[in-house]
């Protein structure tokens, strides 16, 4: 069993920054790929950002150049890294975190979200 649990959201202003964490605890190992995806009211959740166990990363394309998924394997923590954010990613975001052994459609597990609210 995993449990995420993020942290790290807020209000910020336009053209602002903030870094979400994602603590993972139980059986986590680079066969996971990790995830962030967000939800804005009234749409359905999309991803934003991956990255394999080996450091591969891929992004959506609306946060392309702004973001930056990162993680550290020792400490079970993925990072978001959010610059020159814009009203448009206001959002409920979420870490996930998928079993890749067998290859896509493994067992994956979600944290509780973290509200990220860009405004002026």
């Known amino acids: 069993q995993v449990q995420l649990v993020e942290s790290g959201g807020g209000l910020v202003q336009p053209g602002g920054s903030l870094r979400l964490s994602c603590a993972a605890s139980g059986t986590i190992s680079n066969v996971y790929y990790m995830g962030w995806y967000r939800q804005a009211p009234g749409k359905q959740r999309e991803l934003v950002a991956v990255?394999?166990?080996?450091?591969?990363?891929n992004y959506a394309d609306s946060v392309k150049g702004r973001f930056a998924i990162s993680r550290d394997n020792a400490k079970k923590m993925v990072y978001l890294q959010m610059n020159s954010l814009k009203p448009e990613d206001t959002a409920v975001y979420y870490c996930?975190?998928?079993?890749?052994?067998w290859g896509p459609g493994g067992p994956s597990y979600w944290g509780q979200g973290t509200q990220v609210i860009v405004s002026s």
């Open positions: 996930n975190a998928e079993n890749r052994l």
């Open positions: 990255i394999t166990g080996g450091g591969t990363t």
